[in-house]
Structure formats: C-alpha cells, structure tokens
C-alpha cells in the first residue's frame, strides 16, 4: 500500500507494514487508537488524526471524529489540518539552508537584513536568537483588537520598532513574532516571499504536494475541501464546542505569518519529519546536511526543551507540537515517527502527550 500524493512531481512515498513486523505490539497501538476514539466520544476532542511510522513504514494512519461536526463531515485519513507552530521547523529549515548556502550567517543581526531593526532597542538581537527564542521579542502579530497589517514586512517592522521585552540572549521566550521575523528575513535574503521558497525549496523536492502555505487556494481547488475545521471550548474545559473557523471563510490575516500558516495532512508532514530523521536527506533530495540537523534538533544553550525551531522532548527525540492541538515528533533512538492532528484547542492539545505515551509503550524492539 502507498500514501503518494496525487498532486506532487516526486516519488517519495511510505510502504505499509504490520506493527509487529516493524517491532511494535499491535495490541498497544490499538488501545492508543481508542483511547483517542473514547476522547472523541466523551467530548475531549472534536476529531483526530493518528499515524505512526517505524523504518519509514506506516504502521498505523487511522482517523476519528468529526472533521467538520456541524456539516457532519467525519475525519479522514488526508484531512488538511491547520498546523500552526509546526510551521516554524520548516522557516528554520529555510534559515538553515539560506546559511548552508553562504547567503547569511546565524550570529548576524538581523538588522542587518531589517532596516526597521537598526535601532538602539533591537540592533544586537541575532538571527541565532531568534531561532532559539532567545531574541527577548514577545507579544504577538496578532491581537483581537490590535492593528491589522497587510503583509508580513510590515507586521515585523511593527516588531523591531516595538523591541524586545529584555535583553536579547539572556532567557528563553517563546516567541511567536520572532518567527514571524524570521519569515521576513527568508524573504529578503532569498529575494522571493518566505511562503514561496519555503513551497519551492522544501514542500515541492520532497512531495509535500497536498501542502500549501496560506488559504489562497485558486478556486476549485480540491483541497480546499479536505481541511478541517477549527474549534475552542465556549467556556473553557467544561465547556461545549464551538467552531471558530473552517474552509468557507478565508484566515484569520492576509498574509502568510511564518510563525504560523501551514496546511498539510499527515502524510506530507511525515516526509519532512523523515528527512530531519535521516539527517536532512529523503530520497535523491538533500535539504540540509547531516551536521546542520543534529545542530537543529538539539537543545540551545539557555533552553533544554528547544533547539532551533524545533521542541527537545528528551535525549535523540524531538518535533513540535501546534496551539490547534496537533503535534509530531521523532525518535531516532527508535527510528520512529508519530504525530497526532486534533483541530480542538485546549484539551485537544492535553490529549497531545498522552498519545504520545502510549505510542512510545508500544514499541517492543
């Protein structure tokens, strides 16, 4: 059995395998599938996702839930999801290979690239800092009841004008605007918007071709239709669910954010995952060397959690996760790949780590 996509040039693809023949028990990986059925039921999520590769072989690509509850459209296996901050790994992909290149270099400031960056609040802040989160730049691009930008450069120029909170380089902040920067730095250097070289160098050599960068889909596009809809509990935990966006309306900005904005199944985002496990290579296409991976997917020095736009969940394990509710991860120890796409905020996102515990106890050799 493939999982190719239909709408993409390359023949990368995933063969399928039983989980025992992969090392895993069949037993357990069934019970995380209807432990997220039974979270589905009892109200914890809307819908879900699941898929589990072991030797770059699906061993699981299961579906449950509502995909859109109110049209009664159920989840599905090549479900698009909105992906969030699991944008951010492919901007600091596009950083990286913009350095490979000779086109930049991560302990330069980024006013060097910013104009807007050149004064005495942000000049010393690095490209480097904002790739771990260090950069002291907080906040966000979006606000409900703050300023519309019409594009990405002017959101970030916002941003070197504001300044960081505290001293760049001192702690680690998670910061949604310092990625978004990050995307305006691709842009300048690479001379082409960020969503197009990261479509041209990333997405398309190594067939993410169900994947797109911002909902401007030309009309009758079919994948449109495939992407789930959004949902937030009313009143917090206890709540009810209610839909705050799906495929009828267009996003939320204009504009492709950086720290956000990817669409992608499962599937596609598989194959980007299996080429950082592989040290930057999947196929004949090589996006990154195997050293700039490893210094990717390791932790920075002020955060142990988080290397270069990319979460450290332990020794030789990492990924991201996305506020949507969906997260992915790699286990080179163990030569696995999982993710787990919900679109339900909040206590979709705290099913998130369980999930992941119990793929990780099914795994017997």
């Given amino acids: 059995m493939s999982f190719e996509s239909t709408l993409c040039e390359t023949s990368v693809s995933f063969s399928s395998?039983?989980?025992?023949?992969?090392?895993?028990?069949?037993?357990?990986l069934r019970r995380a599938v209807e432990t997220a059925r039974v979270w589905g039921d009892q109200g914890?999520?809307?819908g879900a996702v699941m898929l589990v590769l072991r030797h770059d072989q699906v061993v699981l690509h299961e579906a449950v839930g509502w995909s859109d509850r109110e049209r009664q459209l159920p989840m599905k296996t090549d479900t698009i999801?909105?992906?969030?901050?699991?944008?951010?790994?492919?901007?600091?992909t596009a950083i990286l290979m913009l350095q490979e290149e000779g086109r930049l270099k991560l302990r330069d400031r980024v006013s060097t690239y910013l104009p807007a960056f050149n004064n005495e609040r942000s000049r010393e802040i690095t490209i480097y800092q904002l790739l771990t989160h260090t950069s002291g730049i907080t906040g966000s691009i979006v606000e409900n009841h703050g300023p519309r930008y019409a594009s990405l450069r002017e959101a970030v120029d916002k941003v070197g004008l504001k300044g960081p909170e505290h001293p760049p380089g001192t702690r680690y902040e998670y910061s949604d605007p310092g990625s978004s920067t990050l995307g305006a730095v691709v842009a300048e250097v690479s001379g082409m918007p960020a969503e197009d070289f990261i479509r041209t160098r990333i997405l398309e050599p190594i067939g993410m071709?169900?994947?797109?960068?911002?909902?401007?889909?030309?009309?009758?596009?079919?994948?449109?239709?495939r992407v789930a809809a959004s949902y937030r509990r009313e009143n917090g935990e206890s709540g009810s669910w209610i839909k705050s966006w799906d495929n009828t309306q267009p996003e939320e900005v204009p504009f492709f954010r950086a720290s956000g904005g990817l669409f992608a199944p499962a599937i596609d985002y598989a194959k980007f995952l299996s080429c950082m496990l592989h040290g930057g290579r999947l196929a004949n296409r090589r996006l990154l060397s195997e050293e700039t991976v490893r210094l990717a997917t390791n932790p920075s020095s002020l955060c142990k959690e988080y290397g270069l736009q990319w979460e450290i969940f332990g020794d030789k394990v990492f990924g991201h996760g996305g506020f949507q509710g969906t997260l992915s991860w790699v286990d080179k120890a163990h030569d696995l790949i999982g993710l787990y796409l919900t679109q339900s905020e909040q206590t979709g996102n705290a099913t998130r780590p369980e999930f992941k515990r119990l793929v990780e106890r099914a795994i017997v050799k």
């Fill in 209 to 225: 071709g169900d994947s797109f960068l911002d909902f401007k889909l030309r009309p009758g596009d079919p994948r449109a239709g």
């Fill in 81 to 92: 999801f909105m992906m969030r901050s699991m944008t951010k790994p492919l901007v600091g």
């Fill in 17 to 28: 395998a039983s989980p025992e023949s992969a090392g895993i028990s069949p037993s357990s």
């Fill in 44 to 46: 914890h999520i809307v």
